[in-house]
């Protein structure tokens, strides 16, 4: 499993991704779920992996040999994210054609989707979510964020505190927060973190942290939080029986 | 779907339940899953249904009419919860074998699982989960509650806030809160929500209450509890990058 997040706000994008892969609990392993193609003053694009780590790898292989080589059709050429979103899906569908049967004599299946965020230079900041078939949504202003992977137990935070018009540094924390209400409950989303905070207009990458193990702010983090609920609930009015 | 949640604090119990059943999206009605069994001075037993409600209704009719018959083997003669929960087990595989095969031909099965909860003079109060099967858990000090149905939106916030030290007015407002996390994000759970609050030794029900589409209590908790947790983050320290 995985957990993946992308948050659309007026001031930017919030993008998370846990990075723990495994095949059975006797069989995890540790790989970066986040990948960014920047150019400053022209573009930062953002990926977010889940499924398959073989389908990932792929297409994100993929992708960034085009982009080395600048090949026609490739991320630096994009003259929007919505192209951009459609590259994505040209190189899943590559990778599928290769792959595909094989896989699926073998009962697995190529499963590889994505979030992708970023800004491209004449366009605001956008949002996607692009499905193991290669079609995709947007984000919008009704529901500002998109996930995969194990999305539930992190969702209702998200839902509570979001909205387009949530400041940076607060939905930072919201999404770190919903990392780790998943991460008390599914073993299979683990540390570390993977956090890109994209400021609008910036059109650079100037805040990207990994929060490892151990880490004292995600800790600390945690905690206060935890504290605070408490406080919250002993604030709220007792119940009438 | 359904959600169920079943609180063991150190000052007594919290059991709540939604009222949504369901045969797809066009076919939904309005049940209670809460039943209890009080005798003032000697017992409370509430029962939390999920599953094919055929099959939680036929366990609690075998259940019910034992009772009121005051037949061998009724609620009314259990010495200790974890009897009650050999009787409810009981009930269930009687009703399976009745119903199982006629049901496993058209591909349904006997599905129905219960949490328990509740205190016999002479015991403490106990919370115990009745799986499908009749095979049961009990609650502990290191996993306090018990969850069935859709768990995975409501569970982050029980984490966060339950110990078994939690007050019962504070535990009663948090499952309320796990449950309007969980029908944000679930069509399936609905109002009204039937909510009982068992004080350690009381054995009486002194505090139950049902909330229905509208409630003016759950509707402000809601809305005070987002707009707390949007003050907890504003207090949380910012990231350095």
Same mark, same amino acid.
């Given at each position: ?6 948050i659309q706000l007026d001031s930017g ?8 892969? *495994? ?18 003053? /022209?573009? @930062? ?16 292989g993929l992708l960034k040999q085009h %982009? %080395?080589?600048?090949?026609? =059709?490739?991320?630096?050429? +994009?003259?929007?994210?919505? $192209?951009? %979103? ?11 054609? !290769?792959?595909?049967? *094989? ?13 992708? =965020?970023?800004?491209? @230079? ?9 499905? %193991? ?5 947007? +984000? ?15 969702? &209702? ?34 540390? &570390?973190? /993977? ?7 910036s059109l650079e990458v100037r805040m ?11 800790? +600390? ?12 609930? !002993?604030?709220?009015? /007792?119940? $009438?029986?």
């Amino acid at each position: 499993m995985t957990y993946c997040v992308g948050i659309q706000l007026d001031s930017g994008l919030i993008l998370a991704s846990d990075s723990r892969t *495994h095949a059975g609990v006797d069989n995890f392993a540790c790989f970066s779920k986040m990948s960014v193609f920047e150019r400053p003053g /022209d573009r @930062v694009i953002a990926l977010l992996s889940s499924g398959n780590l073989a389908g990932t790898q792929a297409v994100i292989g993929l992708l960034k040999q085009h %982009a %080395a080589r600048s090949a026609d =059709g490739s991320l630096w050429q +994009a003259e929007s994210m919505f $192209d951009t %979103a459609m590259l994505v899906s040209d190189a899943m569908r590559e990778v599928d054609r !290769r792959d595909g049967q *094989h896989l699926t004599e073998s009962d697995v299946g190529f499963n590889a989707s994505f979030i992708l =965020g970023g800004q491209i @230079v004449g366009e605001p900041p956008r949002l996607f979510r692009i499905y %193991a078939e290669g079609n995709f949504i947007e +984000a919008g202003q009704e529901t500002p964020y998109l996930q995969t992977g194990e999305t539930k137990y992190g969702k &209702p935070i998200i839902d509570w505190v979001i909205t387009p018009a949530t400041p940076l540094n607060e939905a930072a924390k919201c999404a770190l927060v919903s990392f780790d209400s998943t991460m008390r409950s599914n073993l299979s989303v683990g540390m &570390p973190i /993977d956090l890109l905070c994209y400021e609008r207009d910036s059109l650079e990458v100037r805040m990207r942290r990994r929060f490892d193990v151990g880490d004292a702010y995600f800790g +600390a983090l945690g905690k206060q939080w935890s504290e605070g609920t408490r406080q919250v609930f !002993r604030e709220l009015p /007792d119940l $009438d029986w």
